[in-house]
């Protein structure tokens, strides 16, 4: 039997980049001893008024279709919260509640760019990128922020990949894998690109709530007509199994993103939604109780690293994870992570899925327990002086 064009698109570098995440999890599930480290699920729980409201209204009965947009209260929380973290004034009709940021990428993406199109996407990139924004026909371009600009853009380079084609800017702030957060300068800099050729930003902040006070410069305020801001809770309140994400743009597009959501969701479940509100009404706290275990086990793994030789940090400057330059260690870090994984079953992510950029690097995800942290640590460490002894 025959399948449509677009199952070649989205069988990519995205499926392939956590070949070793499921066999370690596969492994972990078969109680073997393996420490993972490749994906960014916080080792924390849900907070308990969420865990208590979801329960209250599964008992309560609410279990039935939903409106395809979400819950008029829910998107006016949602507008809230977007409004004193960018200042942009928006109301419950620049917000779609979705299926998580992924859902919401995928929606923004469908929405903005078809075959023919262009958009461009800051490297390094998560793993899921390319295939989401390619799925209905539009053509990934990538720009680098290069490893020896501190991972930062390179507003030249953004500048001349620009095409008459060109529908959109895609980038993560704080990025994944690198953690950098765009600063003004950046921003002023995408801005002025937009504005000149009436691009698209789609600014996906699933991280933000992680950055220093729980916020990142934004663009949404200034330019409200062509300024996608995606975000969930997956990251900042740690619930990723929830599936509670958003998109904050131009009403229009929330219209068209919701005929896109009766397509594919036709409502999200009831009891979510309000343990949904629930959440963004103790965000202070939730997001500060996950900003803090992400601090201090960053600190935590970097003490740990310091001094092996062959093994240089790039300190984020926010999220979970910490990307590690393995080149001297003569591996590339796809290399890194299989050996790694081979003989001392810790599991962390090759660089080089997010890009070229990040090649000579791997990524560890350190938001879980620091027992673990430690042991992988005493196992990265002995990893590594064996390749050195073996030099
Ligand atoms: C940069 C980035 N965007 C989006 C997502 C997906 O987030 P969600 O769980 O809200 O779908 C992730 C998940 O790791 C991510 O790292």
């Given at each position: 039997m025959q399948y449509s064009s677009l199952v070649g698109r989205i069988a990519g570098d995205g499926a392939d980049a956590w070949v070793i995440h499921y066999t370690a999890r596969q492994a972990q599930e078969r109680g073997e001893d393996v420490i993972l480290l490749s994906v960014g699920d916080p080792d924390l729980d849900s907070p308990t008024p969420v865990l208590e409201r979801a329960i209250e209204r599964l008992r309560a009965g609410d279990t039935h279709y939903t409106p395809a947009p979400g819950r008029q209260h829910l998107r006016e929380a949602i507008a809230a919260a977007h409004r004193a973290r960018t200042g942009q004034p928006v109301d419950a009709a620049n917000v779609i509640f979705l299926a998580g940021a992924q859902n919401a990428l995928f929606v923004t993406?469908?929405?903005?760019?078809?075959?023919?199109?262009?958009?461009?996407?800051?490297?390094?990139?998560?793993?899921?990128?390319?295939?989401?924004?390619?799925?209905?026909?539009?053509?990934?371009?990538?720009?680098?922020?290069?490893?020896?600009?501190?991972?930062?853009?390179?507003?030249?380079?953004?500048?001349?990949?620009?095409?008459?084609?060109?529908?959109a800017l895609f980038f993560a702030t704080p990025n994944n894998p690198s953690g950098v957060i765009l600063s003004d300068d950046d921003l002023a800099a995408i801005g002025n690109l937009a504005r000149r050729h009436s691009l698209w930003v789609v600014a996906d902040e699933v991280y933000a709530g992680l950055a220093p006070d729980g916020r990142v410069p934004s663009l949404a305020a200034e330019l409200p007509e062509q300024v996608v801001t995606i975000s969930s809770l997956s990251k900042s309140h740690s619930m990723p199994g929830w599936r509670a994400g958003w998109l904050v743009g131009p009403p229009q597009l929330v219209i068209h993103a919701e005929a896109m959501a009766q397509c594919m969701l036709f409502g999200l479940p009831g009891f979510i939604q309000e343990a949904a509100a629930t959440a963004l009404s103790v965000?202070?706290?939730?997001?500060?109780?996950?900003?803090?275990?992400?601090?201090?086990?960053?600190?935590?793994?970097?003490?740990?690293?310091?001094?092996?030789?062959?093994?240089?940090?790039?300190?984020?400057?926010?999220?979970?994870?910490?990307?590690?330059?393995?080149?001297?260690?003569?591996l590339s870090g796809y290399d890194f992570m299989c050996e790694l994984y081979r003989t001392e079953r810790v599991s962390v992510l090759d660089g080089g899925a997010f890009g070229k950029e990040t090649s000579g690097f791997v990524r560890v995800c350190f938001a879980t327990d620091e027992a673990l942290l430690r042991q992988a640590i005493v196992r990265i460490r002995r990893f590594v002086e064996t390749l050195v002894r073996q030099e």
């Open positions: 993406s469908l929405c903005i760019a078809g075959p023919g199109d262009e958009v461009i996407a800051l490297e390094p990139l998560y793993p899921s990128y390319p295939a989401t924004l390619e799925v209905g026909g539009a053509n990934m371009v990538r720009v680098a922020a290069p490893a020896e600009r501190g991972f930062r853009i390179d507003p030249a380079a953004l500048e001349a990949a620009i095409t008459p084609r060109t529908r965000s202070d706290a939730a997001e500060s109780r996950v900003r803090e275990y992400c601090a201090v086990r960053r600190d935590f793994l970097l003490a740990g690293l310091d001094g092996i030789p062959g093994l240089k940090c790039f300190v984020p400057d926010a999220g979970m994870f910490l990307l590690i330059d393995v080149r001297a260690t003569g």
